[in-house]
């Protein structure tokens, strides 16, 4: 990941007011290893580029990646959820503890069982698309950390790519089809699975 395009991700990230307080809500929180990505950050980055806009009150969920191997129940995400919420009533947060990943993933998506994961980090390098395997975090000092583990260019550029990681490719042609991006983003370019 170049230093140029994570500046270039994290100007868009500070021109948004909305996502520099969700970010200082995350940060805040004290959950260990967060970071907010996926669909926000896409919305965002893509809404500004590609299509009308960006709204923060058409965001279906702001997705938080955090670490905490202590506890890998599901309660866990559900009260680092309600904690933000408690912090921030209106966002709607969806807060998911990575080190537990490995416990349920197999039975929500019926897939084979998957390895552990070492890092909120290495979560995020196996979420559906390239262009939203990507999150960012606000340091103390207010600088917009990038993390980017499949880079930045399908982000930045605007193509919506399969991540071969963890998604299959029929679980990614659902996406596609209930994402709908050439109709939200025109400007997008897809790479069908």
């Known amino acids: 990941m170049s230093a140029d395009r994570s500046a270039e991700l994290a100007e868009i990230v500070v021109g948004c007011g909305w996502l520099v307080d969700v970010l200082g809500t995350v940060r805040d929180s004290g959950l260990p290893d967060a970071w907010v990505g996926a669909g926000a950050l896409r919305d965002l980055v893509w809404g500004a580029r590609y299509g009308s806009g960006f ?3 058409q965001v ?7 670490f905490d191997p ?3 129940s599901r309660r866990r995400d559900r009260a680092a959820t309600d ?3 408690a912090s921030c009533a209106d966002v709607p947060w ?10 349920w993933y197999h039975e929500t998506f019926r897939t084979e069982p998957v390895a552990p994961l070492t890092s909120a980090v290495d979560g995020i390098a196996t979420w559906p698309e390239t262009a939203t395997s ?3 975090r606000l340091a103390p000092d207010r600088q917009v950390e990038v993390s980017a583990p499949t880079g930045l260019d399908d982000l930045l550029d605007g193509i919506w790519r399969r991540n071969p990681r963890r998604v299959s490719v029929p679980q ?3 996406r596609l089809a209930r994402h709908d991006p050439a109709r939200r983003w025109p400007g997008v370019r897809i790479v069908e699975p």
Do not use: I, K, M, Y
């Not at 279906?60 to 955090?66: I, L, N, P, Q, S």
């Not at 969806?94 to 416990?103: D, F, K, P």
């Open 55 to 57: 709204r923060p009150g």
């Open 60 to 66: 279906r969920d702001v997705d938080v990646a955090f």
């Open 70 to 72: 202590g506890d890998l």
């Open 83 to 85: 904690l933000l919420l």
């Open 94 to 103: 969806e807060a998911t503890n990575q080190a537990a990943v490995h416990t």
């Open 134 to 136: 990507v999150a960012v």
């Open 172 to 174: 990614s042609r659902a």
